[in-house]
């Protein structure tokens, strides 16, 4: 029973807009033919004639207009509901401040036209007043020059759509989520979770990069190896990671290339460039997590090891780098010049379609990765 009791006055409260909307649009529709029944009735029935005439035609003119500026305004503001509605898709919908804005403009002009013509059907002339009210229109928009600055960029920003609210973005040196795109300004909420507002003119003036449309990541890493590392072992160690990129299947295998780039200070320099397959920056890290952890097994697994700045003195104990894989890397890279199947500049087609997307990835032991039997 309680709930009942709270529920109806609940409901009143939510009592529907459009159909109190409804029912005053038929008002100043009935308000018109009323005013053009009386009319009719006025001029054609009883037959006024002279200042009675005058008058009566004068004020049902000043009613009819009245009733249709009101009908302008319930029309433009049913209109700009109904768009709000049929584009209501969650955090990119049409923003609903600026679609009211667009109605009550349409509504604005439409009651200038309006009454301009009961001026006219008055007998009242109307050049002078368009004048003055041009000399006073240009001092007006002078001085509010900034804030119409700002609503013609909100506009736009809708038209153009560089970002949409919710979207992660980059303008000028800040880095953030788009909040809500209003009419004066755009607010944005920084990686420090403080809120950002710039005005709407100097956010379209500012450099743009939406990171939420990219269609994938740049994976771009440079690996530096010891000077010690054989040519041989070199080799091996590109070849094992471009079969890594070709392997994995959340790497786009074009383009995924690694190249030795040159030679560093302390290092032999090696470059890993490819796109992983997300646009979610969280299974980026994660996926840029287990390569990096596959790199490190293959360059442990072709006895390299990476590099670091310092100097190395070496001392009667040092054994220096295993021979044994030293020896066995040697000794593939051997296997693949005799075999003429040397990964120099790149794999051919066909070992490339043998390698593609064969590499099991969660890794094993991983959660939601079924386990081996």
């Known amino acids: 029973m309680p709930s009942r009791c709270v529920s109806r006055p609940l409901s009143a409260r939510r009592r529907p807009r459009r159909s109190r909307g409804l029912s005053r649009t038929l008002l100043?529709?009935?308000?018109?033919?009323?005013?053009?029944?009386?009319?009719?009735?006025?001029?054609?029935?009883?037959?006024?004639?002279?200042?009675?005439?005058?008058?009566?035609?004068?004020?049902l003119a000043v009613l009819a207009h009245a009733a249709l500026i009101w009908l302008i305004f319930l029309l433009a503001a049913r209109s700009a509901d109904a768009?709000?509605?049929?584009?209501?898709?969650?955090?990119?919908?049409l923003d609903a401040q600026l679609v009211r804005l667009v109605s009550k403009l349409v509504a604005a002009l439409l009651t200038i036209y309006?009454?301009?013509?009961?001026?006219?059907?008055?007998?009242?002339?109307?050049?002078?007043?368009?004048?003055?009210?041009?000399?006073?229109?240009?001092?007006?928009?002078?001085?509010v020059r900034p804030t119409l600055e700002n609503i013609v960029a909100g506009f736009v920003l809708f038209a153009d759509a560089p970002v949409?609210?919710?979207?992660?973005?980059?303008?000028?040196?800040?880095?953030?989520?788009?909040?809500?795109?209003?009419?004066?300004?755009?607010?944005?909420?920084?990686?420090?979770?403080?809120?950002?507002?710039?005005?709407?003119?100097?956010?379209?003036?500012?450099?743009?990069?939406?990171?939420?449309?990219?269609?994938?990541?740049?994976?771009?890493?440079?690996?530096?190896?010891?000077?010690?590392?054989?040519?041989?072992?070199l080799r091996l160690v590109l070849a094992r990671l471009r079969e890594l990129l070709i392997r994995h299947p959340r790497v786009s295998p074009d383009p995924a290339r690694v190249r030795f780039v040159g030679y560093g200070a302390s290092s032999l320099?090696?470059?890993?460039?490819?796109?992983?397959?997300?646009?979610?920056?969280?299974?980026?890290?994660?996926?840029?997590?287990?390569?990096?952890?596959?790199?490190?097994?293959?360059?442990?697994?072709?006895?390299a090891e990476f590099a670091f700045p310092s100097q190395t003195l070496y001392l009667e104990r040092s054994h220096g780098l295993d021979a044994a894989l030293t020896k066995a890397a040697e000794t593939e890279v051997a296997r693949w010049?005799?075999?003429?199947?040397?990964?120099?500049?790149?794999?051919?087609?066909?070992?490339?379609?043998?390698?593609?997307?064969?590499?099991?990835?969660?890794?094993?032991?991983?959660?939601?990765?079924?386990?081996?039997r």
Do not use: W
């Open 28 to 59: 100043a529709v009935a308000a018109i033919l009323l005013v053009a029944c009386l009319r009719y009735v006025a001029i054609d029935v009883i037959r006024l004639t002279g200042t009675q005439r005058e008058v009566v035609v004068g004020v």
């Open 337 to 372: 010049r005799s075999e003429n199947r040397l990964p120099f500049p790149d794999y051919d087609e066909a070992t490339r379609r043998e390698l593609s997307n064969n590499l099991d990835y969660p890794p094993e032991g991983s959660p939601g990765r079924p386990a081996s």
């Open 164 to 233: 949409r609210v919710g979207e992660f973005c980059q303008f000028g040196d800040k880095m953030g989520t788009v909040e809500a795109i209003g009419l004066r300004s755009v607010r944005v909420r920084g990686l420090d979770r403080t809120v950002i507002t710039v005005p709407n003119a100097e956010f379209c003036q500012l450099q743009l990069v939406n990171f939420t449309r990219r269609d994938a990541i740049l994976l771009h890493a440079r690996l530096q190896l010891r000077y010690e590392t054989t040519p041989d072992q």
């Open 114 to 143: 309006a009454l301009v013509n009961l001026a006219e059907s008055l007998g009242v002339s109307v050049a002078p007043m368009l004048a003055g009210l041009g000399v006073g229109g240009l001092a007006v928009a002078l001085a």
């Open 83 to 93: 768009v709000i509605r049929m584009r209501d898709m969650g955090a990119y919908a």
């Open 269 to 303: 320099d090696l470059e890993i460039f490819a796109f992983v397959e997300t646009r979610d920056f969280s299974e980026f890290l994660a996926i840029q997590e287990d390569l990096n952890l596959r790199i490190k097994d293959i360059v442990a697994a072709c006895g």
